[in-house]
């Protein structure tokens, strides 16, 4: 019970003073996963509509095989990213290996298949009110799968949530493929990791309950920004 005391006390006295450190491992918390969450919804949605209204053989072992990518272990995605991004991987020569590009790239493979997978179960619903009436419209499919993503844009907020909550949390990853650099790369699960090893329990309790706070702010701002807590909606 004093560890959790002491985390509360030092996680109150580092967000009071705006301790510089924990500022910049926030800010870069947020930068890697609000960008890898924006990239997984561009290619999420879209794919979770298209698999809605598209209508192909073997799509439901694309539709199981989607769902199973939703457990795709952190760690091994990592190892798959720090290979291609190595120097005698693929993409060696582009020196993204221990940059805050590949801690993106790897979330992105981590939270794209729950984005989809979550986007498929909404849109699916959604499509089954508007078939008829997109049908009669003649409507192309880059038009339907427009309608149902923008009618069912606060639902599909769910799905990005989903994926920055996944994303936020991520730490095996993240280890692998940016190294925990102290200035560089070092983020809020990485920098708990060290703090549990070194046996500063305070201070990584402390890192954890600002990453949970720092996790609800976010949730909050999105819901108040797409008014979903008007019209009965919440």
């Known amino acids: 019970m004093s560890d959790i005391a002491d985390g509360f006390a030092t996680a109150a006295r580092l967000v009071?003073?705006?301790d510089p450190e924990l500022i910049e491992i926030t800010l870069r918390s947020l930068h890697v996963t609000l960008s890898a969450t924006a990239v997984a919804s561009v290619i999420g949605l879209p794919l979770g509509a298209w698999l809605a209204i598209t209508r192909f053989p073997g799509r439901r072992y694309v539709i199981a095989l989607l769902n199973a990518l939703m457990g795709l272990p952190p760690v091994v995605v990592g190892l798959i990213v720090y290979i291609m991004l190595s120097r005698s991987g693929p993409f060696g020569v582009l020196g993204l290996l221990f940059t805050p590009t590949a801690m993106i790239i790897a979330q992105v493979i981590i939270i794209t298949p729950l984005v989809a997978?979550?986007?498929h179960q909404a849109m699916?619903?959604?499509?089954?009110?508007?078939?008829?009436?997109?049908?009669?419209?003649?409507?192309?499919r880059?038009?339907?799968?427009?309608?149902?993503?923008?009618d069912g844009r606060r639902?599909?907020?769910?799905?990005?949530?989903?994926?920055?909550?996944?994303g936020i949390g991520e730490v095996g990853a993240i280890m692998i493929v940016g190294g925990n650099i102290d200035n560089a790369t070092r983020v809020l699960t990485s920098a708990i990791s060290l703090e549990t090893g070194r046996g500063e329990f305070a201070l990584a309790l402390a890192l954890g309950f600002?990453?949970?706070?720092?996790a609800v702010v976010v949730n909050l701002c999105i819901h108040v920004l797409s008014r979903t807590e008007q019209g009965s909606r919440w």
């Not at 699916?124 to 192309?140: F, G, N, P, Q, V």
């Not at 880059?142 to 923008?150: F, N, P, S």
């Not at 639902?155 to 996944?166: D, E, K, N, S, V």
């Open 155 to 166: 639902t599909l907020l769910t799905a990005q949530l989903a994926g920055f909550g996944r």
């Open 210 to 214: 600002i990453l949970i706070g720092l």
């Open 16 to 18: 009071v003073s705006l």
């Open 117 to 119: 997978s979550v986007a």
């Open 142 to 150: 880059r038009q339907r799968i427009a309608t149902l993503v923008w």
């Open 124 to 140: 699916r619903e959604l499509w089954a009110d508007y078939h008829d009436l997109l049908i009669s419209l003649h409507a192309s």
